[in-house]
């Protein structure tokens, strides 16, 4: 098989037991915006924070700034030019993390102070389009256009609450699937994207409705279109996926629209495969490079939330023996109606017909349960949950109704990030 030797060194990335309690990091993507929603250019605020002390910018052959390394945390440009990602771990629990966050985000927010914009707890860009004029101009990005059109401009408005949590290679596969087939209550309990271009679209997550939308046919983005069996299939699924974009990070080439299991065929070598697979977007996804399962489907959160993704991720991990019985009491297969769920939380959010009634509340503890055996009382952390399903709504449902209420402008009060 020619993707054989790709799945034999992607499974050699995850270590055969995990080296102590269970880790995790984030990438936490926040639109940046103007007084009145409109998208404003992070660069000048990625400028300031290269000037502090103990930061180092990496910059483009034209001098453009494209993201930085701090001691106090690390920051990206985005596909949009509004939109800034900050990154930090790995942290030892969530208490860690959420101080790690804060650090890292201190200087972003005083650098938008500074030149009078905001910066926001919300999943997408709510009042500026996706458009060519807002795609930031790195060659991989104008590459991707030129191969996905329209499609790929759904990233440039995005914003996602990404969070990593540590695997061992023993349990790589069952949690894969795990998390993947667990999109639809991780949408359901986090969706805040109900605008595009200063419209309500009526869905709870328009980022990840909008972007399900690229090679929709072969699972690209989302949930897959069902379970793996090992670390062959997962690159198999891999290799079923047309190539984006070739060459280097640095000199970008269109792909072709061919299978990359046909580039393996040819002779593919590995940094090849890298770059491939970089571009497959799954609910959840292994990244070889940390050793860890990234989970990509949750929106960012609203201001008051804290770490609440990285506390879903990590007690379902945690807790993936009871996540895995109460799944199976839908049946031999339980895809078929968690994907009819996903499909109903993207538009819906909690207000989504479950499979069983009162499903995501057994979920929510299981979580819970899976936290509090780590003996740190992290399952607070998931209290604002808790208390989004009391209500029946999603961060999405609040964000329209502050909107119906005061228009955009408010919705930029409400939703502003402040220091803690």
């Not at 996706?130 to 991707?144: D, E, V, W």
């Not at 949590?165 to 949690?175: H, K, M, R, T």
């Not at 804290?306 to 991720?313: D, E, R, S, T």
């Amino acid at each position: 098989m020619p993707l054989a030797r790709f799945a034999e060194r992607f499974a050699r990335q995850f270590p055969p037991a995990l080296r102590g309690p269970r880790t995790l990091g984030r990438e936490a993507e926040y639109p940046v915006v103007d007084a009145r929603g409109r998208a404003a250019d992070v660069r000048p605020l990625l400028e300031a924070i290269a000037r502090l002390p103990g930061a180092r910018a990496k910059r483009q052959p034209d001098g453009m700034i494209t993201g930085i390394d701090a001691s106090f945390g690390e920051y990206a440009l985005e596909v949009g030019w509004g939109t800034v990602e900050v990154i930090v771990g790995p942290e030892p629990d969530l208490f860690a993390l959420d101080k790690a966050h804060q650090r890292a985000l201190a200087p972003v927010l005083a650098a938008a102070e500074a030149h009078e914009v905001h910066v926001l707890g919300l999943g997408t860009q709510p009042c500026t389009p996706p458009t060519p004029a807002l795609l930031s101009p790195k060659p991989r990005y104008q590459t991707l256009l030129d191969t996905l059109g329209d499609g790929w401009l759904w990233f440039t408005v995005t914003a996602s609450d990404q969070v990593h949590v540590d695997v061992c290679g023993p349990e790589l596969v069952a949690l894969t699937n795990l998390m993947n087939l667990l999109a639809a209550p991780l949408i359901a309990l986090t969706a805040n994207s109900p605008f595009l271009g200063g419209e309500a679209t009526g869905a709870a997550s328009t980022r990840e409705v909008r972007m399900g939308q690229l090679h929709p046919d072969t699972g690209r983005h989302g949930m897959p279109r069902g379970p793996v069996a090992d670390v062959a299939g997962w690159v198999q699924h891999l290799g079923d996926q047309p190539v984006l974009v070739a060459g280097r990070y640095e000199a970008p080439v269109a792909g072709d629209g061919r299978a990359f299991a046909l580039h393996a065929a040819e002779g593919a070598d590995w940094d090849a495969f890298q770059l491939h697979e970089h571009y497959v977007w799954n609910t959840a996804r292994p990244r070889g490079a940390h050793a860890t399962i990234e989970l990509r489907a949750a929106c960012q959160q609203p201001p008051d939330a804290g770490p609440v993704v990285a506390a879903l991720a990590l007690g379902w991990a945690e807790a993936a023996a009871e996540v895995g019985e109460e799944l199976a009491t839908l049946g031999a297969d339980p895809w078929s109606p968690m994907r009819a769920w996903h499909n109903g939380a993207l538009h819906h959010g909690l207000r989504a017909t479950e499979p069983l009634p009162g499903l995501t509340g057994r979920l929510l503890e299981a979580a819970s349960l899976g936290l509090a055996r780590r003996g740190l009382g992290e399952q607070a952390f998931l209290d604002p949950l808790r208390e989004r399903l009391a209500q029946g709504r999603s961060p999405a449902d609040s964000a329209v109704s502050v909107v119906e209420a005061g228009g955009f402008d408010a919705l930029v009060a409400a939703r502003r990030m402040v220091r803690r």
